[in-house]
């Protein structure tokens, strides 16, 4: 498994502007919370294989969407993008529609990654503030990201399906207690992390080789037994998965 280090990350740097702070000194900074969208792995769907340059019905490119999504609510926010296949092609099209705080770093080892790997990525890049973990496939709208929700770390579900065959959530009183294959609530595949979590979220995935976790729903289950995760249900038209599109 690959371990990300500080000589392997390439971070383009994209319009930043003198307020944006890269370090934990965060002087005269107005960026109170950090979006990290994974995206590194390649779709067969239809348009580009890239995944955030995929073609959506109305033209636009998917990332775009998720820009615009979340500018709308978080205009200062920064983004951080953790890109892989055909990298070169989602810097020029970031560049071409100059975009403010916006980060991308190329996961050069993308073809080897899996998901927990993108998240100790994503989270070691950012700082210890409100942030959400996007997984680069989904198309959402702002009920999905709304500031009302942010006063604690939580997570969402789109679908209630008995025939689910991807990740699903047990929940009890709006709480997570358990991520697995096979539980009817789909999981969204985004998770908030409120600023007083961040640290214990990022040092646990980080010691994820002593605890012996090797996958994504092993390292959210861990977490559990440090910190409340709560669960908000949406519907299944306010997120959705490029196979759903």
């Known amino acids: 498994m690959p371990v990300f280090t500080s000589q392997r990350v390439c971070v383009q740097f994209i319009n930043m502007n003198n307020k944006k702070c890269i370090h934990k000194i965060k002087n005269n900074c107005d960026v109170s919370t950090t979006f990290i969208i994974l995206c590194s792995q390649k779709s067969n769907k239809r348009g580009y294989k890239n995944i955030p340059l995929t073609v959506l019905d109305n033209k636009n490119f998917l990332i775009d969407e998720q820009i615009q999504t979340i500018r709308s609510s978080y205009p200062d926010s920064e983004i951080i993008i953790i890109s892989g296949f055909e990298h070169d092609k989602l810097v020029s099209h970031i560049h071409s529609k100059k975009y403010k705080n916006i980060r991308i770093a190329e996961n050069k080892y993308h073809k080897m990654s899996s998901a927990l790997d993108c998240w100790i990525f994503g989270l070691n890049l950012a700082l210890p503030q409100n942030t959400y973990i996007i997984h680069g496939d989904r198309l959402f709208n702002k009920s999905c990201i709304s500031p009302s929700n942010n006063k604690q ?4 579900i789109h679908n209630e399906d008995k025939n689910n065959y991807d990740i699903g959530l047990l929940i009890d009183g709006g709480k997570l207690l358990n ?17 007083s979590d961040f640290d214990i979220a990022r040092n646990l995935i980080n010691d994820h080789v002593k605890r012996k976790f090797y996958n994504l729903e092993s390292f959210i289950n861990t977490l559990l037994n440090q910190i409340t995760i709560s669960v908000i249900k949406k519907k299944q038209d306010d997120i959705k998965t490029l196979k759903e599109l």
């Open 153 to 156: 770390t939580h997570t969402i």
């Open 179 to 195: 991520m697995s294959y096979g539980l009817p609530n789909v999981w969204s595949e985004i998770l908030f992390i409120n600023e």
